[in-house]
């Protein structure tokens, strides 16, 4: 086996199960801590002077179909290999960004990586998904509209567009809510490493959100409605959750894979019979969707 190659020199601490690691392309936003052995000085491994790092590690066990054949090339065969950004170090706890494995895998070597590694590295690039590729381009514009004293993310998956709104709005109190609690307590690892102290997540369904009617000045998903079996029970808990003219900000993707593929006029129809009156953009792939609190719900 490959890894008769190497020796164990520390574990990986973070909250990635199976469910979370099937969505591997939104993962490596996240945290996780390399605990060295006590044997093991981290200076010889890492320094101020890169900052990333190629990291071979226990392969993850599991294997990804159609554009993710590469992912299992890279992380699912003899050796999982992930190139990291180092976030904090020190004391023995290291902090990296974009470490592709499970909870509780081992680590076998750690090695900088410079600017002439990536002309080398070119197959074997990240693939870049559409819906991510879709996210890193229209993100920018609907982070700028999402403000309030009180926010709220539905679907917030690892955390990263949550945290976001985060520091963006550093008076404002930023919530998010998923279904898996994987996927949430990553979330908060990922905010206490990054010292973000206004955000608080919370393991729940969107259709019975943990909050008290009219709590939040805005709430917003993305790419999360067209995941929901009943879209409008999903919208009528969101509106239930808002204040009194608030506002609701939803991207959608267009020609999406799987679910429902709604058009604007579409989704104007649905969302009005939840009780809001909204407007729709389309920008590179995706349906940005803008909703204000209405005082009545249109009739089918």
């Given at each position: 086996?490959?890894?008769?190659?190497?020796?164990?020199?520390?574990?990986?601490?973070?909250?990635?199960?199976?469910?979370?690691?099937?969505?591997?392309?939104?993962?490596?936003?996240?945290?996780?801590?390399?605990?060295?052995?006590?044997?093991?000085?981290?200076?010889?491994?890492?320094?101020?002077?890169?900052?990333?790092?190629?990291?071979?590690?226990?392969?993850?066990?599991?294997?990804?179909?159609?554009?993710?054949?590469?992912?299992?090339?890279?992380?699912?065969?003899?050796?999982?290999?992930?190139?990291?950004?180092?976030?904090?170090?020190?004391?023995?706890?290291?902090?990296?960004?974009?470490?592709?494995?499970?909870?509780?895998?081992?680590?076998?070597?750690?090695?900088?990586?410079?600017?002439?590694?990536r002309a080398a590295s070119?197959?074997?690039?990240?693939?870049?998904?559409?819906?991510?590729?879709?996210?890193?381009?229209?993100?920018?514009?609907?982070?700028?509209?999402?403000?309030?004293?009180?926010?709220?993310?539905?679907?917030?998956?690892?955390?990263?567009?949550?945290?976001d709104v985060a520091k963006?709005?550093?008076?404002?109190?930023?919530?998010?809510?998923?279904?898996?609690?994987?996927?949430?307590?990553?979330?908060?690892?990922?905010?206490?490493?990054?010292?973000?102290?206004?955000?608080?997540?919370?393991?729940?369904?969107?259709?019975?959100?943990?909050?008290?009617?009219?709590?939040?000045?805005?709430?917003?998903?993305?790419?999360?409605?067209?995941?929901?079996?009943?879209?409008?029970?999903?919208?009528?808990?969101?509106?239930?959750?808002?204040?009194?003219?608030?506002?609701?900000?939803?991207?959608?993707?267009?020609?999406?894979?799987?679910?429902?593929?709604?058009?604007?006029?579409?989704?104007?129809?649905?969302?009005?019979?939840?009780?809001?009156?909204?407007?729709?953009?389309e920008r590179d792939w995706?349906?940005?969707?803008?909703?204000?609190?209405?005082?009545?719900?249109?009739?089918?």
């Amino acid at each position: 086996m490959f890894m008769n190659m190497f020796e164990e020199i520390g574990t990986i601490r973070n909250h990635a199960e199976t469910d979370a690691l099937q969505l591997l392309a939104l993962f490596k936003d996240s945290i996780s801590e390399i605990q060295l052995s006590q044997s093991v000085d981290s200076s010889a491994y890492f320094s101020p002077e890169y900052s990333h790092y190629i990291v071979v590690h226990t392969p993850l066990d599991m294997e990804f179909s159609g554009h993710g054949k590469e992912w299992t090339r890279r992380f699912c065969g003899g050796a999982g290999v992930s190139i990291v950004e180092l976030i904090e170090g020190g004391g023995g706890a290291i902090y990296v960004k974009g470490l592709m494995a499970a909870n509780e895998s081992k680590v076998y070597a750690i090695l900088p990586y410079t600017h002439i590694d990536r002309a080398a590295s070119k197959d074997a690039s990240f693939p870049e998904s559409r819906p991510v590729a879709t996210r890193n381009r229209v993100w920018p514009t609907v982070l700028s509209q999402i403000k309030g004293e009180k926010i709220l993310d539905v679907g917030c998956g690892f955390g990263r567009l949550t945290l976001d709104v985060a520091k963006q709005n550093p008076d404002s109190e930023v919530f998010g809510v998923d279904l898996f609690d994987s996927l949430t307590e990553q979330a908060r690892m990922n905010a206490e490493v990054l010292g973000i102290k206004n955000v608080e997540f919370k393991t729940a369904s969107a259709y019975d959100l943990p909050f008290e009617d009219g709590s939040f000045e805005t709430v917003f998903s993305f790419f999360m409605l067209h995941h929901l079996d009943e879209i409008l029970k999903g919208l009528n808990e969101i509106r239930r959750v808002l204040q009194k003219d608030g506002g609701f900000v939803a991207v959608e993707p267009i020609g999406h894979h799987h679910g429902p593929n709604y058009s604007g006029a579409d989704w104007v129809r649905i969302i009005g019979e939840a009780g809001f009156r909204a407007e729709t953009e389309e920008r590179d792939w995706a349906l940005m969707i803008r909703a204000q609190k209405s005082d009545e719900k249109t009739k089918k």
